[in-house]
């Protein structure tokens, strides 16, 4: 990192501060400011706006330009060229597979789509209208019981098999969660079925009927999960890192980083996006609705819209437009009022002062959740969907972390509370 170096002057302190800037490869550069708290000064930055976190080389997102790169490669070409398990292995690894690479690792995911038996008791605990990402967390930290001791974190293949694990077996997992809430029997996944068919086949197929996965649901599932599959240090990635930099092992920090992104404000969000598009319900209805969300003393905001980092249109959601098309039509949906609402609320919101004076766009939740209702996912499975595909960008960076220099994440704060009082 080439070195420059910023002044710090703080009134009252006749010191100033000298501290490194470093410069990387793109992007904003970032003032190390490791050194101010032996100067006992803390900086302060709530919601880590202008902080960058760490040091990391698997996505790259330019928010002013709806830029998305993961390991340079930009989100669209993934997209039209690639599928969800060689963008997954891209994350891994740093460079797209040899057809051999790609081979082995399909078939090794494969081969890990089994849960434990046992797992299968879990789910009884549950009450069957339990929400799916409360299932999720449960279930995912509790293979950490299973893989735990056979576990060390320094060990780079014991790292690799852990991601190979959770990687194959989310989808399995977010099946047997959907099964468990409709009272069906879990469906075993097929070896011989592609990751997202297989996914499909274990969600809508039943011991009494085995039907063949329709490709375009398949493949719109695939760019669903690849679309998903790493954003930067977003919450729930943060949370992940946070929870690795203890030590702790890769399942529990999974089901750390499914925690994070269960909230409307992060993956909730396509949940929220139906339930909102509901609540509307009419497009005559659709200018209270901007008010609403325009109205500093009302807490409704426009789900699926604005971003901490795209000012502009989200990448994501121009490919997942396409997709809903693509779907929609297969479906012979095209007149889906679902999507002729979103339709029109992008088109007002887009030329309203409010919302292009602040940059809020259509982000990555905007069109997935129409698409998932088109495949007959119910609402609240969205966000298992957006965990299941995020699962290889979290574990990514999980990785990237513990296989370098790191240290326990432990933020200081800004202490406003009493000064020192007797009892
Ligand atoms: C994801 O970080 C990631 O990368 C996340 C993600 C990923 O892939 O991991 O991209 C996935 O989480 C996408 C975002 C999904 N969330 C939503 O769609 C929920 C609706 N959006 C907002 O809650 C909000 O836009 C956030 C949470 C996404 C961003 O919040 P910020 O960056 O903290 O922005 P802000 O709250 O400071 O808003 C800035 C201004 C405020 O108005 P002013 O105080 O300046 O007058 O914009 C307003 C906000 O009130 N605003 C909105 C709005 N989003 C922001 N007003 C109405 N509707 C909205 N959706």
Redesign the pocket.
């Known amino acids: 990192m080439a070195e420059k170096k910023a002044q710090l002057k703080i009134d009252g302190i006749d010191q100033t501060f000298s501290l490194p800037v470093y410069s990387g490869t793109m992007g904003p550069d970032v003032i190390d400011v490791r050194g101010l708290s032996s100067q006992g000064i803390f900086t302060y930055d709530p919601?880590y706006?202008s902080t960058a976190s760490c040091e990391s080389q698997i996505t790259y997102?330019d928010g002013a330009n709806g830029v998305l790169l993961h390991r340079g490669y930009p989100i669209e070409q993934l997209a039209e060229k690639s599928d969800f398990l060689e963008t997954a292995y891209l994350l891994l690894h740093g460079e797209l597979p040899t057809s051999e690479q790609k081979d082995s690792f399909t078939n090794t995911i494969r081969h890990h789509t089994m849960v434990h038996d046992q797992i299968r008791t879990f789910f009884k605990g549950f009450r069957r209208d339990a929400h799916p990402m409360a299932v999720m967390c449960g279930v995912v930290g509790a293979l950490s019981a299973f893989y735990h001791d056979s576990l060390d974190i320094r060990e780079d293949h014991h790292r690799q098999v852990a991601a190979h694990r959770l990687i194959a077996k989310m989808p399995t997992l977010a099946a047997m969660v959907y099964k468990y809430s409709i009272g069906q029997p879990f469906m075993y996944p097929r070896n011989e079925l592609s990751y997202s068919e297989n996914f499909l086949h274990m969600m809508f197929n039943t011991p009494c009927e085995d039907k063949a996965v329709n490709p375009v649901l398949a493949q719109a599932m695939d760019k669903i999960f690849l679309l998903?599959a790493d954003?930067?240090q977003?919450?729930?990635?943060s949370t992940v890192r946070l929870a690795g930099s203890t030590g702790a092992n890769p399942f529990a920090c999974i089901a750390a980083g499914i925690a994070a992104?269960w909230g409307?404000?992060?993956?909730g969000?396509n949940e929220?996006?139906l339930k909102m598009l509901a609540e509307i319900g009419d497009e005559k209805n659709i200018d209270t609705y901007i008010k609403k969300?325009?109205d500093?003393n009302d807490s409704?905001?426009?789900?699926?819209?604005?971003?901490?980092?795209?000012k502009n249109y989200?990448p994501?959601a121009k490919v997942m437009k396409q997709t809903c098309d693509e779907v929609l039509s297969e479906l012979g949906l095209e007149d889906d009022p679902m999507l002729k609402m979103a339709m029109k609320l992008e088109k007002i919101a887009l030329e309203d002062e409010?919302?292009v004076q602040?940059g809020?766009y259509p982000?990555?939740?905007?069109y997935s959740g129409i698409i998932l209702k088109a495949i007959g996912i119910p609402t609240e499975l969205f966000t298992v969907i957006?965990a299941t595909g995020?699962t290889p960008g979290w574990i990514a960076h999980w990785n990237e972390m513990i296989s370098g220099d790191y240290r326990i994440g432990r933020p200081r704060q800004l202490y406003t509370g009493n000064t020192p009082r007797d009892y």
Do not use: C, Q, W
């Open positions: 919601g706006v997102i998903h954003h930067e977003n919450a729930s990635t992104l409307p404000a992060h993956g969000a929220a996006v969300a325009k500093k409704f905001r426009l789900m699926g819209f604005g971003h901490r980092v795209y989200d994501r409010y919302f602040r809020l982000n990555v939740d905007f957006f995020r």
